[in-house]
């Protein structure tokens, strides 16, 4: 079963600050790798997926992969309040669109 | 945008009364999964269909069934309630593997 390591648990960064997340999994066979978020009350809605080794960047976010290790970041930069939320990491491999969460991280930006 | 909603949004229920989550989506997914969220846990998968009629195993399906009559609505069932299953439960749909996933706003359940 996969197992997916994510830190930390929680975040507090000031506004106009970085922010970033760190997931690692277990499962080789891993292959789509998605950041979701979550704000209070609400369901987790997808931020982004990142499919190959590298960064992907989209505006103030971006995500990092490297497959060898099976390591996923997420990065956020000029942290706005709005980014306040639970973050979580998720991994899936060939079973039909399963996805693995990890446990989140709850980031805090400070205005 | 894609819509999954749920039902009930609140319950409480008692220890061993049946209790049923009820789903239903309007994106045309073939796949449909049951989570539940718990501090430190994060999102975890008890069970999840391919379609109309199919119902599989997640990684905790133990004192949960699942039935999905068709392709628009797939429902979480617990047959014998028991607090540890006070959680809160979130239905989603989702295409196949590297497709994104639809999560409905979640059900609060508390089994006292």
């Known amino acids: 079963q996969q197992k997916v390591q994510q830190s930390p648990e929680s975040l507090i960064v000031p506004e106009g600050g970085m922010a970033s997340l760190n997931c690692t999994f277990s499962d080789r066979n891993s292959q789509y790798f998605w950041w979701y978020r979550q704000h209070s009350g609400e369901g987790p809605k997808a931020l982004m997926s990142i499919f190959s080794n590298g960064d992907k960047k989209e505006g103030r976010f971006t995500a990092h992969l490297n497959k060898a290790s099976l390591h996923v970041s997420l990065h956020i930069k000029d942290s706005q309040p709005s980014d306040s939320a639970l973050y979580f990491c998720a991994g899936g491999g060939s079973a039909l669109g399963r996805l693995h969460f990890g446990a989140g991280t709850q980031l805090i930006v400070i205005p | 945008e894609a819509a999954v909603t749920q039902s009930p949004r609140n319950k409480v229920a008692v220890t061993g009364g049946k209790v049923t989550l009820s789903c239903n989506q309007t994106?045309?997914?073939?796949?449909m999964y049951w989570y539940r969220q718990d501090t430190g846990h994060g999102l975890r998968l008890i069970h999840y269909s391919y379609g109309a009629g199919s119902t599989e195993k997640g990684d905790i399906p133990d004192g949960y069934k699942a039935s999905r009559p068709s392709q628009e609505n797939f429902s979480l069932i617990l047959e014998l309630a028991t607090p540890s299953q006070t959680s809160v439960y979130f239905c989603a749909s989702g295409g196949n593997s590297g497709n994104t996933l639809y999560f409905g706003e979640g059900s609060r359940l508390i089994v006292v």
């Open positions: 994106n045309n997914h073939n796949n």
